[in-house]
């Protein structure tokens, strides 16, 4: 089985600029969650999206995005970027992410560079 | 946002020796997990724990879920080269999708 596939792997952007990141999640995989991870900060949990529709969120400005199509992969967008945006962003999935013993499997991540 | 409290933050060790390190949280959480994250890649599951007082082995890893609920701990027997990486501890007080990482602990062996 493959695994959750991110791209691209690397991107350069300046400030102002947007962005959109895509993620496919292990096939049968319905979940999808979108996490940022930066030296300061640490792993920290953007959202999750489930049969097309956003169901948790984390506490990050609007400027962050995301949506999820029919066939579970999603994106996510941030526009106006910052030069604080810069980190990795891993895309994470799981059968469905409600049941409390379910497993989240990662992808290698995209790391943003904000110039 | 919130993180879990996990040391130590950095540990070197010879190859062959016990590691043992731990995260703790003011909150009660209903899973544990732990992660290993080599450079440029994602985390990867190591041991989920889903009970208050579970132990759970993989290999040479052994994790225990806290009976308060509030603490777990990673232990790691004779050491190998690629053992290196930074170890996260994950909980959860929801759902599955959702969780909060610890600040992670970078192991670093030597030969």
């Known amino acids: 089985k493959a695994g959750v596939t991110q791209t691209p792997r690397y991107l350069i952007k300046t400030r102002g600029q947007q962005v959109t990141l895509s993620c496919s999640p292990i096939s049968g995989h319905r979940s999808v969650s979108w996490y940022q991870q930066t030296p300061g900060q640490g792993l920290q949990f953007l959202f999750e999206?489930?049969?097309?529709?956003?169901?948790n969120k984390g506490n990050f400005p609007g400027r962050f995005s995301g949506r999820q199509f029919s066939n579970s992969r999603s994106e996510m967008n941030v526009s106006t970027l910052e030069l604080g945006d810069s980190a990795l962003y891993l895309c994470?999935?799981?059968?469905?992410?409600?049941?409390?013993?379910?497993?989240?499997?990662f992808g290698s991540g995209t790391q943003l560079s904000v110039l | 946002g919130q993180q879990l409290n996990q040391s130590p933050q950095s540990m070197f060790i010879q190859e062959g020796e016990d590691v043992s390190m731990n995260c703790t949280s003011s909150?009660?959480?209903?899973?544990w997990l732990w992660y290993k994250q080599d450079p440029g890649e994602g985390p990867v599951l190591l041991i989920a724990?889903?009970?208050?007082?579970e132990l759970t082995s993989n290999g040479r890893l052994t994790a225990q879920f806290g009976i308060t609920r509030k603490d777990s701990f990673l232990n790691i027997s004779a050491s190998i080269p690629s053992d290196v990486g930074i170890y996260f501890c994950a909980g959860t007080t929801g759902t599955a999708s959702k969780l909060t990482f610890g600040t992670g602990t970078r192991l670093q062996v030597t030969l």
């Open positions: 999206y489930f049969s097309e529709t956003q169901r």
């Open positions: 909150s009660i959480f209903n899973t």
């Open positions: 724990l889903y009970k208050a007082g």
């Open positions: 994470a999935s799981s059968t469905d992410g409600q049941a409390t013993n379910e497993k989240l499997f």
